[in-house]
């Protein structure tokens, strides 16, 4: 099935999702602590479930790895080529904060690169989509999509840096001002939404220092790379690693 074939279907579930994270937004949020100190609530669940459930029976033969699901070792994965990616409530702090900033991201990978991501933002009823060939999108609501282009920055001007909200630092300014790049304003975001105001041209780069994992970046990071008005942007990310996780990256540079 080729991937713009699949991209209505997931836009479809990724909306199912948000809406079963907004039932629990006006409850008191009952917050657990995941083995990595990072917080879990019934909403990112009820999301997982729904995502996992959904995919199987659109896809069935292709695998599916969701932050809150069991993970299959590397000794299985490295020979798939091709396997969905979700992290079922992405920003899961800003959740709680109910800032409105998290998203539900879904990503195919195919041999270590996104092909389909869609970033959906239950609070705002917002969807951010990008397949290969396909170009990148933003839908508002029901309205029709509107079409990102974003081009390479030059370095020689100031840029527009978008940070995360709950990981900004000195030590970030200090890093990219090391590598001769000057910040002109900066932007605070949550989430996956950082890459899509990247992709959106709202945004020069998106700098992230710390590691993150796959399921975080994956959807985003699809986003962006077919946000290129003259043809795919090169992200630095990669894919279906032993570990499944990521260093530290500059998205936009390329």
């Not at 081009?151 to 909200?165: C, H, T």
Request: net charge negative; proline share 5%; with cysteine.
């Amino acid at each position: 099935m080729d991937t713009t074939d699949m991209t209505e279907t997931i836009i479809n579930i990724s909306r199912q999702a948000g809406k079963a994270i907004l039932e629990y937004y006006t409850e008191d949020i009952e917050v657990e602590q995941k083995s990595d100190d990072s917080p879990l609530t019934k909403a990112d669940t009820a999301a997982h479930h729904l995502i996992v459930g959904a995919l199987k029976k659109f896809t069935g033969d292709i695998p599916v790895i969701s932050e809150e699901g069991g993970i299959s070792g590397y000794d299985e994965r490295k020979s798939w080529k091709r396997f969905w990616l979700v992290d079922p409530l992405d920003g899961t702090k800003e959740f709680i904060k109910r800032n409105g900033e998290f998203t539900v991201n879904i990503a195919l990978i195919e041999n270590g690169i996104p092909v389909l991501g869609v970033v959906h933002v239950p609070a705002g009823d917002v969807t951010y989509t990008g397949g290969k060939g396909a170009g990148s999108f933003k839908i508002i609501s029901s309205g029709e999509p509107v079409r990102l282009r974003s081009v390479k920055p030059d370095l020689a001007d100031p840029l527009a840096v978008v940070v995360s909200r709950s990981h900004g630092s000195d030590e970030l300014q200090e890093e990219l001002t090391g590598q001769g790049i000057s910040i002109g304003k900066t932007l605070i975001a949550g989430s996956s939404l950082k890459f899509c105001l990247v992709a959106e041209g709202t945004a020069d780069i998106y700098p992230r220092m710390g590691p993150t994992m796959e399921w975080d970046t994956a959807a985003g990071d699809a986003v962006f790379r077919y946000s290129g008005e003259n043809g795919a942007r090169v992200s630095p990310l990669s894919y279906n690693k032993p570990l499944l996780k990521n260093e530290g990256f500059i998205i936009g540079l390329e």
